[in-house]
């Protein structure tokens, strides 16, 4: 079955797919129709967060792209109403966007620099390397 997802960056070598966070799962959201998956995506660009293409791609590829970055898929039916709080939650975009979007599962974290030391960390570095003299 062919499903609507939302994509970042699509053009690129580095896409993203929207998900949403609901407790400690990243959900990604599969749309049966189009027309929902570019409502959300206009929902989105409303809300200020950078605007995701509209892609249909295979379900089983999603499921198992979520599976492997371990994401839980969730498909959106033709027709869709609401029964419950959770799924009344997964037709309104998120308040908040996260701050970092590229993302490697290849690449391992490694702790940023900063740029600038206080004055008590360059005391503390003069002090240990004038104990070597």
């Known amino acids: 079955m ?36 570019t409502r959300y995506a206009l929902m989105l660009e409303a809300q200020d967060f950078a605007v995701p293409s509209v892609e249909k791609i295979d379900q089983e590829e999603i499921e198992e792209f979520c599976q492997d970055a371990g994401y839980e898929a969730y498909l959106i039916p033709e027709n869709f109403i609401p029964q419950n709080e959770f799924e009344r939650l997964l037709l309104a975009p998120p ?39």
Do not use: C, Y
């Open 2 to 37: 062919q499903v609507f997802v939302l994509l970042f960056n699509s053009d690129t070598d580095n896409p993203g797919i929207h998900t949403i966070s609901v407790g400690d799962q990243n959900l990604v959201l599969m749309f049966a129709q189009e027309d929902d998956a």
């Open 95 to 133: 308040d908040r966007n996260i701050d970092e979007t590229d993302w490697n599962p290849d690449e391992k974290a490694q702790p940023q620099e900063d740029p600038e030391m206080s004055n008590g960390d360059l005391d503390r570095i003069r002090r240990q390397l004038e104990g070597l003299l």
